[in-house]
């Protein structure tokens, strides 16, 4: 350590300024949130939001699911797998091409997101009943330009840590 001491005042700065630790103190009161209005359905958040992305007409790739859901392909592998367990979804592989994977929902993972989505409602327009100003649209415009501003440099972050 070079004794270079960060200031009280920085630390006030950041605790004001920073978009990372703002969006993730929301993501975090949310996910709680959306997890007490799901828990009856023995899901959480992240599963109810998982198994929405799977209700499509034709499975989607890992690939294509990772995307949407801005995760990478071992995390999403590995919040699949409770799911795949349950006997919600199947992963199987790409009829076109054997080297990709395919994931759907089964009719149990139809019939519980059928189930959880009104409670998933409720909870979610309760919470836009709060939001004024801004309104909820603002509010998601706003997420979405920071995801795609932090979106692209992802693929750059490996090549600009330093040793």
Do not use: Y
Not at 5 to 14: C, D, G, H, Q, R
Not at 19 to 30: D, F, G, S
Not at 42 to 65: D, H, Y
């Amino acid at each position: 350590m070079d004794g270079v001491k960060v200031s009280f005042e920085a630390t006030l700065m950041v605790r004001d300024r920073c978009m990372c630790l703002h969006a993730q103190r929301a993501a975090r009161v949310l996910a709680r949130r959306f997890d007490l209005a799901l828990r009856p359905f023995n899901l959480t958040n992240e599963q109810f939001s998982l198994l929405m992305s799977l209700n499509r007409p034709n499975p989607a790739t890992i690939g294509q699911l990772a995307t949407l859901l801005g995760a990478d392909r071992t995390t999403l592998t590995a919040a699949l797998k409770p799911l795949v367990r349950e006997g919600l979804a199947v992963i199987e592989p790409d009829t076109e091409d054997r080297r990709s994977r395919r994931v759907g929902l089964t009719a149990a993972g139809h019939a519980r997101l059928g189930q959880a989505l009104p409670a998933w409602l409720a909870m979610h327009n309760a919470l836009e009943a709060t939001m004024h100003d801004p309104t909820p649209e603002m509010t998601r415009q706003g997420l979405n330009l920071l995801a795609a501003w932090a979106g692209p440099n992802e693929k750059n972050l490996n090549q600009e840590r330093t040793p």
